[in-house]
């Protein structure tokens, strides 16, 4: 994770923002439950965050051994016609901000009325940090 990351995520930190630390067993359950294989950005914030995030923001991840919000979560939107090679990292209302895991490793919104894949940013730091920075500013 870059610099700039830590420094938002330590400065807006508060108690139960994160699940904490996850093992790289718990990591692999759940790809081989999903059938994909995680980016190695998002890979890392899970293991070191497992899920959460600052003001207000929620990204799916793993939780520990016996439950996964990301798999939770991409299993339903599956079922709604998410194709497989995306996981769901966030459900905002109407969408869902979705990560690539075969090509590029882009985030796109997808929604499950128009099917439509629009890509919003080209990897999962550039989510996460404009994601963080929108909740920030939006403080005030």
């Known amino acids: 994770m870059n610099k700039k990351l830590e420094e938002m995520i330590n400065e807006y930190i508060e108690k139960g923002d994160f ?18 294989s995680f980016p190695i950005e998002y890979k890392d914030f899970v293991k070191k965050y497992g899920s959460g995030g600052i003001c207000g923001v929620d990204i799916n991840g793993v ?6 919000s990301v798999v939770e979560s991409t299993e339903r939107y599956r079922k709604l016609g998410l194709p ?9 209302d109407e ?4 990560l690539n895991t075969l090509e590029k490793y882009n985030v796109v919104r997808w ?3 128009s099917k439509r894949e629009v890509t919003r940013y080209t990897t999962f730091i550039e989510y996460l940090q404009d994601n ?3 909740a920030i500013d939006n403080l005030d």
């Open 19 to 36: 699940i904490g630390e996850v093992s790289d067993d718990h990591i692999k359950k759940a790809e081989r439950t999903l059938e994909v």
């Open 84 to 92: 497989n090679k995306y996981i769901v990292l966030e459900s905002v």
């Open 111 to 113: 929604d499950d009325i």
């Open 132 to 134: 963080f920075q929108e």
């Open 63 to 68: 939780e520990g051994a016996d439950y996964a």
């Open 95 to 98: 969408f869902v901000y979705c």
